[in-house]
């Protein structure tokens, strides 16, 4: 994997962009006191480079009736790991799978609107052949919750 050089410039484009991509290349240049030209190509770069994987909006899942976030450990026969990460992240409810070291080899984090979906998925769409065992955690409180990185 390249990893792209990232000068002061391109840090502060990317800080404002994740805290709103909806910002203008007027309002970044104005307050980067930079040239329009300059953010624009900028962000070129960066989203060619991968950088920038893409604009996306935020959504409120409680507000939207997902009351219910899950963290799922999974151990999964060892020859069947790949199949089981492409497959459950296939799966609606899951927004994270996660290829992790120690106790479990996986582990999901799924948003659902009632227990009765969530006991539904561990029941049936957890019931394959290789998943050998589960645990489930229920998120009580989200302190942070961020993807920022910058």
């Known amino acids: 994997m390249i990893i792209m050089k990232i000068d002061s410039l391109d840090l502060r484009i990317l800080k404002l962009l994740e805290a709103d991509a909806r910002q203008t290349l007027r309002s970044i240049s104005k307050k980067l006191k930079t040239p329009i030209s300059t953010i624009h190509s900028r962000i070129r770069k960066l989203r060619s480079a991968g950088v920038i994987k893409g604009f996306s909006v935020v959504l409120n899942a409680e507000k939207l009736g997902y009351e219910f976030k899950v ?80």
């Open 71 to 150: 963290i799922i450990g999974l151990n999964v026969k060892r020859s069947h790991l790949i199949r089981a990460e492409k497959l459950l992240a296939k799966k609606k409810a899951v927004i994270c799978v996660y290829d992790v070291t120690g106790r479990f080899d996986l582990f999901l984090v799924a948003r659902f609107k009632s227990v009765k979906e969530l006991d539904r998925f561990l029941k049936e769409e957890l019931d394959l052949e290789y998943i050998e065992r589960t645990e489930t955690f229920m998120v009580l409180k989200t302190w942070k919750e961020s993807m920022h990185v910058c």
